[in-house]
């Protein structure tokens, strides 16, 4: 069985740091894009950052304008682990984060659509941003 589990999601005043990190089972992900989304209050679904297989670019990675600067995504491919460190959080960035593995054929281009290049969801972590 396929899994995505995510861990180090909570409460935190704005201008404060949260980690998310997210281990996958059941097959390799070494080589599909690994990373995160979130679905905000109004219910918005966006991708948060993305990188890509080991073999695509490696350092490829895929932020949302919002994040830049401010979170940093990382894989470790041994381990089929992704991390979020998240830094300088806004409220605007409260929502439920979902780690998502894609297929590696995705076209990332459309970002009303990016959310349907996922193959494997995890069941979503809250983050709450308190002003």
């Known amino acids: 069985q396929v899994q995505l589990v995510e861990s180090g999601g909570g409460l935190v005043q704005s201008g404060g740091s949260l980690r998310l990190s997210c281990a996958g089972s059941g097959r390799s992900f070494t080589l599909l894009p690994m990373g995160w989304f979130r679905r905000t209050p109004g219910n918005k679904r966006e991708l948060v950052a993305i990188?890509?297989?080991?073999?695509?670019?490696?350092?490829?990675?895929l932020y949302a304008d919002s994040v830049k600067g401010r979170f940093t995504i990382s894989r470790d491919y041994a381990k089929d682990t992704v991390v979020l460190q998240m830094n300088n959080l806004k409220p605007g960035d409260t929502a439920v984060y979902y780690c998502?593995?894609?297929?590696?054929?995705?076209?990332?281009?459309?970002?009303?659509?990016?959310?349907?290049?996922?193959?494997?969801w995890g069941p979503g972590t809250q983050v709450t941003v308190s002003s």
């Open positions: 998502a593995a894609a297929a590696p054929d995705a076209n990332w281009a459309n970002p009303d659509a990016n959310w349907a290049n996922v193959a494997y």
């Open positions: 990188k890509f297989g080991l073999d695509q670019n490696k350092n490829d990675i």
